[in-house]
Structures are given as structure tokens and as C-alpha cells.
């Protein structure tokens, strides 16, 4: 037999209340029928009467609390410092139902309000254990005894129908689901500064090549040799001259003497 609530077909929310019967099983009944009254006894969870033989209890109470909207946490003068029959703080106990419900309540982020009666305080988060410590900074309400019960009664209700919107953010997520979570991302985390070193080598080999190639694409190509077959026009040999043409000082004189050496030879008019 599984623990279950009644599935919801309505949009009252449900509730579940946690409590000590050493520390305030009366107020406790008082609040459960004012509660059942308002919202319905199918919506309003408070004790554990039957847990299956052979199951976890704590996974059977997780069960019950993941399926409520609000958790009240009834708080009396001696919840905190009940023993068991070792003389030990039934808090510092795994096996506390009453840690248990807390515990899978702020672990589901449940609103979890505390419900503070015969004149209890809010315990402070070093006398708590770790999982539950977050319940000290919750903010509650007092439910005191008459002429005032039913007053603080209303208050409570008002703040049930209207509860903080804790549900809206993120849950978080189960215990065993963290711890996979975390040997997961410590085992991925060295793989993937490995592949980033990787990439970062090749990258630099990479860029250190291309630059390297674009540098030689880059320099100044030499000259191709000069090609020997062809003669440069310096070199050309000079044209012979045209000895079929006179030149301008050899012309002949007008006298019709031809030059020799610089002089012109005269007539004599001597006779032979």
C-alpha cells in the first residue's frame, strides 16, 4: 500500500502538516480540523499511519510531501530538544520523520511555513541540520490558544489560499540527481580543457603557417635571367658606312680638282 493523497480534481490546495505528538499533538488536532473544515479533509495530509512493510520510509514520506502545494511545520516549546529513548536529539537523527518532511520539502521548493504555538520561537539554524537549516529563515505566523486561536487561524488560512510563489522558480533538483550532476560535469570538465588546449594548438599551427605562406606569397619575386639569345640594343655593332656615298667634305671642288691631303694643287703656268 502506497501513501498517497487524493488526486486533484480541485483547485484547493493541498496541505501538509508536520508535527511532534510530544510537543504539540493537541493545538495540532485543533488546526487540523479547522484546516479540513476549509479546504477539505481529502486536501489536508497529516500523519503517516500505515508505511508498507519493506519500503523506505523517507522516500515514502518524500513521496507524500512532493504532492502537497504548502507544508505547515508546527513548532512547540520542546520541538527542537525531543530525545528519543537514547537521551538523543531526535533532530540529529536521519530517521526523524519530522526532519524527513521538512528536508523533502525545502529540497522540492515546497513553500514551508512554520506554525509557531504555546509560546515557541523560531529555532536558530546552528541548532539544526543541515538540510533543514533553511526552515529559520522562513517567515511563519503564531497560532496561540483562545480567545485568539481562531484569529491567528484566519491569518493562516489566508496566507494557505494565497501561497508565495516558491513553485514558480525552479525546483530543485532530488539529492541523487545532484550528486550524478556533479561527478558528471567533474569528469566532462578535464575532457573539455583537453579538447581546448587541442584546438588551441592546432590553431595556432595553423595561423603560424598561413601567415608564413602569405609572407612568401608577399616578397618581392627576383628578375627571370636575362635571356643571352637576344642582343641588348646597347650591344648592337654599329652599321658600316656606305662607301658608295661621298661625303660632303670629299665632294669635289667647283674648280673640278680633287683633294689630296689638304691642299688644292695649282696650275703652273710655266711652260714645260
Known amino acids: 500500500m502506497t501513501v498517497e493523497l487524493s488526486p486533484r480534481a480541485t483547485t484547493m490546495p493541498k496541505i501538509f502538516i508536520s508535527y511532534r505528538r510530544e510537543d504539540s499533538n493537541s493545538i495540532t488536532g485543533r488546526i487540523y480540523d479547522r484546516l479540513s473544515k476549509r479546504f477539505g479533509k481529502h486536501n489536508v495530509f497529516k500523519d503517516v499511519d500505515s508505511i508498507p512493510m519493506g519500503l523506505d520510509f523517507r522516500k515514502v514520506l518524500g513521496h ?9 511545520a508546527v513548532i512547540g516549546g520542546r520541538w527542537v530538544d525531543t530525545v528519543d529513548l537514547n537521551g538523543q536529539r531526535r533532530l540529529e537523527s536521519e530517521s526523524d520523520f519530522v526532519r524527513v518532511e521538512i528536508g523533502a520539502a525545502l529540497e522540492s521548493g515546497i513553500p514551508v511555513i512554520p506554525v509557531l ?13 543541515r538540510e533543514i537549516q533553511d526552515l529559520s529563515f522562513r517567515n511563519g505566523t503564531l497560532v ?7 484569529r491567528d487561524m484566519d491569518r493562516l488560512i489566508q496566507a494557505i489560499k494565497h501561497p508565495p510563489s516558491a513553485r514558480a522558480a525552479p525546483a530543485k ?3 541523487i540527481l545532484r550528486e550524478v550532476a556533479s561527478v558528471v560535469w567533474w569528469g566532462i570538465l578535464p575532457i573539455l580543457f583537453a579538447l581546448i588546449a587541442i584546438a588551441w594548438q592546432v590553431g595556432t599551427v595553423l595561423w603560424h603557417g598561413g601567415e608564413v605562406t602569405f609572407v612568401k606569397r608577399n616578397q618581392a619575386e627576383p628578375a627571370p635571367p636575362a635571356d643571352r639569345s ?6 648592337k655593332p654599329s652599321r658600316p658606312a ?3 656615298a661621298t661625303p660632303a667634305d670629299d665632294k669635289p671642288s667647283q674648280s673640278g680638282a680633287s683633294s689630296f691631303g689638304g691642299f688644292v694643287p695649282v696650275p703652273s703656268n710655266d711652260p714645260q
Not at 504555538?117 to 541540520?129: C, E, I, K, T, Y
Open 117 to 129: 504555538v504555546d509560546g515557541a520561537s523560531m529555532p536558530r539554524p546552528d541548532v539544526l541540520p
Open 242 to 244: 656606305d662607301r658608295s
Open 230 to 235: 637576344a642582343t641588348p640594343a646597347d650591344d
Open 173 to 175: 533538483k532530488p539529492r
Open 144 to 150: 496561540r490558544h483562545d480567545p485568539d486561536f481562531h
Open 64 to 72: 507524500a510531501v512532493e504532492q502537497c502545494d504548502v507544508l505547515i
